[in-house]
Nanobody
Framework: VQLQASGGGLVQPGGSLELSCAAS?????????????VSWFRHAPGKEREFVAA???????FYSDSVKGRFTISRDNAKNMVYLRMNNLKPEDTAVYYC???????????????????WGQGTQVTVSS
């Protein structure tokens, strides 16, 4: 199973980026991508890995308080893709962003990195003027 995160870059404060997470691999083909919860986490230097957003099997989104109202998570099951649209970016959003997936995740555990069996390699987002 592979998750490939992309779309990071350097952006000025107030700017926007859209991250993509592409899923592939035998397990996804066996169980269908639609059965997986997919989330985004971020890891800034000197800080712990932080939950950003999740999207469940019914397309319901969940957000951390720090990004609510600015970020939007979405999924396209036909393409095995999950997206994170980030608007009004702030310097404190600077981090490496990772997508993660798990087939058995339940809502109460979406926010914990330990929930997820599959992780992408990360994409750097830098917000700076």
């Amino acid at each position: 199973v592979q998750l490939q995160a992309s779309g990071g870059g350097l952006v000025q404060p107030g700017g926007s980026l859209e991250l993509s997470c592409a899923a592939s691999g035998v397990s996804f083909r066996s169980y269908s991508f639609r059965s997986y919860v997919v989330s985004w986490f971020r890891h800034a230097p000197g800080k712990e890995r932080e939950f950003v957003a999740a999207i469940n099997r019914s397309y319901s989104p969940f957000y951390s308080d720090s990004v609510k109202g600015r970020f939007t998570i979405s999924r396209d099951n036909a393409k095995n893709m999950v997206y994170l649209r980030m608007n009004n970016l702030k310097p404190e959003d600077t981090a490496v962003y990772y997508c993660a997936a798990d087939r058995q995740a339940i809502q109460s555990s979406f926010f914990s990195p330990d929930t997820y069996d599959y992780w992408g390699q990360g994409t750097q987002v830098t917000v700076s003027s």
